[in-house]
């Protein structure tokens, strides 16, 4: 039986996902790559002469599926997007038109988890505030960091609310129990046969808790979820670390109480409208700020392509996606 | 008690300072141009020193202040005092042991994230408008990565237990195997060196122990390699370390301790690869507190001859 030559599918990319300089090479033999970005015609009328026929696409936090995008896609079938989130996706008209979403899973979950902690100890202990104090030579002159108030907080026996229990929410409760840290949780839903405390809603939770950590998806109900009511209840002394994406939280409230002193820090991965970060926090010794890196690590990189691919293979063949986002 | 004369010898927690100031006759080392000036003054003052791991009580203040009963150190290592000649003297010393055991291993891990992901630099990165140019580079992943642990003491098992949250192997070098424990354990430290990708320096620094991370142990643990010292800064060669950073024989260092605190090689300072603290290990109001009460509680438990709470001699 001879081996039938394989016809590579038609892969649609309108922007190249960040794994894509390292990864591009890769996808060549198995797919036809359609780059909407690097046509001199504006995306609507590439999508028209050339996108008719495609089935599916890549896409990315950066790259949005709206529903004018949808609409110049009459065959599409399929959205593979290297994100956990789908913020970017216009969910209700995938949901009209039948096409299938797959997305990160919990790949990623291990190394957002490990950010988060990262932000929230460097917090409370002032790593990047030390850091900086070390290098710019004032060690030998003031002797003592911690001297003036400087003095970084305990982990043990801090309350840590998470917002969101999911795979990430899950893996950095896991991981703050081993410092000591008593995890409680909002989530749209109780979960079962958890001994973690949950908070029907965000507000309870802040007034409860010494920290917030966001770890949810962003959508209509948890825009600006962390606002002004939220950040008072969690009271000045208190720390948000905000892994999930950036309009989460009332941007413009966090850096007022930040810089008024009404809440005590934060640690902020991700931004309203990044790469724009606003100015007023780079002067604060109390937050730390880092350009939305939670997956850039070569394991999720890796992990995330075999992901993309084994999915978009078995969608080829007719078989189960690996990791289909189911209505809920 | 408040004639009882009490030398402290350096300005390191406010709240020490006025409750000894309350309790005592409070002597400041520092507001004496040199040592010789107060020892000429008040040599028979002192009958109790308080110190940490700035200035403890060496063989010169010993000598100088005939009086001295108790050293109170603010610390658990006890480097910078003269056991020897206070065992010989009869001179009691405390330390603060247990108190900052779970600071101290907090910030050996906070410290591997952030250098293994590059926080503080990605923090500079941030901070200097860079991201508008263009993403930052990929870091380097934390979970499950080996971890080896030179000394599984007190702190160094808290170490343990917070790596094993992070799916880490545990592996460690002590004076001997540890019943009790599943960890691996390894006989030399070159040998742990060898099998980790990230090295932790919990032990207490001795003779022995001084130098225990040397060229050949960094060698060992290689360009994607990384130091954690949370110990002393004499446990690691500070020139070989520098010289292996520089050169990219080892992958990286995140370093709470220095050789010649609070002075830190220049070289350092223009490496992206290293986080550098200055010596915050129990840095959290609540530990210091911890550690000023039972500084204080052990000299009033001498004083009141009762039993001295954390004894080491």
Known sequence: MAAEAEVPSQLLILKPPPLFSDYEYKFYPKFQLLKAWESPLPTPLFLTTHAHSVKAVLSSGSSPMTSDILRHLPSLQLIVTTSVGLNQIDLPACRRRGISIANAGKVLSEDCADLAV???VDVLRKISAGDRFVRSSLWPAQNDFT????EGERLGGKKVGIVGLGSIGLEVAKRLEAFGCIISYNSRRKKANLSYLFYSNVCELAANSDALIICCVLNDETHHMINKEVMKALGKEGVIVNIGRGAIIDEKEL?????QGEIGGAGLDVFENEPDVPKELFTLDNVVLSPHLAVFTPESFSDKYDLVVGNLEAFFSNKPLLSPVLDE | MESIGVLLTCPMNTYLEQELDKRFKLFRFWDYPSSKDFFNEHSNSIRAVVGNTTIGADAEMIEALPKMEIVSSMSV??????????????IRVTNTPDVL???VADLAIGLILA???RICESDRYVRSGSWKAGDFKLTTKFTGKPVGIIGLGRIGLAVAKRAEAFDCPISYYSRAEKRGTNYKYYPSVVELASNCQILVVACALTPET???VNREVMDALGPKGVVINIGRGSHVDERELVSALVEGRLGGAGIDVF??????????????NVVLLPHVGSGTWETRKAMADLVLGNLEAHFLNKPLLTPVV
């Open chain 1, 255 to 259: 850096v007022q109480c930040l810089v």
């Open chain 2, 210 to 212: 001084r130098h225990i």
């Open chain 2, 77 to 90: 290592g006890l480097d910078k005092i003269d056991l020897a000649r206070c065992k010989e003297k009869k």
């Open chain 2, 259 to 272: 050789e010649n605190e609070p002075h830190v090689p220049e070289e350092l300072f223009a490496l992206d």
């Open chain 1, 118 to 120: 990262g932000l929230f």
């Open chain 2, 101 to 103: 055991t779970e600071d």
């Open chain 2, 115 to 117: 250098t293994l992901r």
């Open chain 1, 147 to 150: 001297l003036g108030s400087k």
